[in-house]
């Protein structure tokens, strides 16, 4: 049977929402658990990790990326 969907049919794609979470990796996930909701330094967060200041800092990008965390000038937080 040939698929005959239109390329402008979008109905039935998932919503980035809608998919399991990434698998991070320890420290990722480390540094999520002690990120919150309030922004908050990098220094902040690998005191509250435990992990050196760049572990955190190349986690924060990686849960960036992911869509987890986000930066502004008032520091780290949590997107969800």
């Known amino acids: 049977?040939?698929?005959?969907?239109?390329?402008c049919d979008w109905s039935s794609d998932v919503c980035s929402s809608d998919l399991p979470a990434p698998?991070?990796?320890?420290?990722?996930?480390r540094v999520f658990a002690a990120a919150d909701t309030v922004p908050c330094s990098i220094d902040l967060l690998a005191a509250r990790s435990g992990l050196a200041a760049a572990e955190v800092s190349a986690a924060v990008?990686?849960?960036e990326?992911?869509?987890?965390?986000?930066?502004?000038?008032?520091?780290v937080a949590r997107t969800r």
């Open 1 to 7: 049977r040939r698929h005959t969907r239109s390329l």
């Open 23 to 29: 698998d991070l990796g320890a420290v990722a996930e």
């Open 65 to 75: 990326l992911a869509g987890w965390l986000e930066s502004g000038p008032t520091g």
């Open 61 to 63: 990008v990686q849960l």
